[in-house]
């Protein structure tokens, strides 16, 4: 059955429609074993939504944040983002997309080592054909607004975890996107410094209306998020509003 192209001035951010993943795995004495891990998933996501991702280990929220993130293809069933259908996009498009339109945080930062906070935060910006001049200067606006204006040229081992993590934040935002997708980015991070971080993603939502898709398996950290969506067994067993 044909899925119809959905109207992007009618449709969430985020629509995903029996989404299913299926790794095949070479085993020397069975041969390829295919390992399913999304069952059937069905989510909508609006634009300006908080949504946590939760569940146990094994239950496929990375897979499906990397299926949302367009870094993975679904082995069946439809993605569409901002109302474009990601199966249909080109590897170049599909590298637009991640450049332009998504910002990633990770829990291990995923800074360049040997460049400088301030660097850091540029480079999706020269990537993208900015001039240095002005990647700079918009990355040394970001840091500022994240606290670290004077930490610029600091390199990532003169930081903090929760330092490193709002330089990975500040990279996130330099090209403006849409969304941010960000898997368990309070990890490696101690009580406080997590609730520092979840603040900043807190008030990204609030002020500016950034759609953030946050994976942790910290009920903690899930709280500060205003819809809770549960995976298990690579299917979603629950799906509702956080608060009153």
């Known amino acids: 059955?044909?899925?119809?192209?959905?109207?992007?001035?009618?449709?969430?951010?985020?629509?995903?429609?029996?989404?299913?993943?299926?790794?095949?795995?070479?085993s020397g004495v069975n041969g390829t074993v295919n390992s399913q891990v999304?069952?059937?998933?069905?989510?909508?996501?609006?634009?300006?939504?908080?949504?946590?991702?939760?569940?146990h280990s094994g239950s496929g929220k990375s897979t499906l944040m990397n299926?949302?993130?367009?870094?993975?293809?679904?082995?069946?069933?439809?993605?569409?983002?901002?109302?474009?259908?990601?199966a249909s996009l080109s590897e170049d498009e599909l590298a637009s997309v991640r450049n332009h339109n998504l910002g990633f945080v990770f829990q291990g930062f995923n800074l360049l080592k040997r460049m400088t906070?301030?660097?850091?935060?540029?480079?999706?910006?020269?990537?993208a054909g900015v001039s240095r001049a002005e990647s700079r200067q918009r990355a040394q606006e970001l840091l500022q607004q994240t606290g670290l204006g004077k930490f610029s040229e600091y390199q990532p081992n003169q930081l903090s975890g929760g330092q490193q993590q709002r330089v990975a934040i500040s990279?996130?935002?330099?090209?403006?996107?849409?969304?941010?997708?960000?898997?368990?980015?309070?990890?490696?991070?101690?009580?406080?410094?997590?609730?520092?971080?979840?603040?900043?993603?807190?008030?990204?939502?609030?002020?500016?209306g950034i759609t953030i898709v946050l994976v942790t398996h910290e009920d903690d950290i899930a709280a500060y998020a205003s819809r809770l969506v549960r995976l298990k067994d690579g299917r979603v067993i629950h799906d509702s509003k956080v608060g009153p």
């Open 38 to 55: 999304l069952y059937d998933v069905n989510l909508n996501i609006n634009r300006g939504e908080f949504v946590a991702i939760m569940g």
């Open 171 to 208: 990279r996130a935002l330099v090209n403006n996107p849409q969304l941010i997708l960000a898997d368990e980015p309070t990890g490696n991070l101690d009580t406080q410094t997590s609730g520092e971080i979840m603040g900043v993603f807190e008030r990204l939502n609030r002020e500016k």
């Open 117 to 127: 906070a301030l660097d850091n935060v540029a480079t999706p910006l020269l990537y």
């Open 1 to 26: 059955m044909t899925s119809v192209q959905p109207d992007p001035s009618a449709e969430p951010l985020i629509r995903v429609d029996r989404l299913c993943k299926i790794y095949s795995l070479e």
């Open 67 to 86: 299926l949302l993130g367009c870094l993975d293809t679904p082995s069946s069933g439809h993605y569409w983002l901002a109302g474009r259908d990601v």
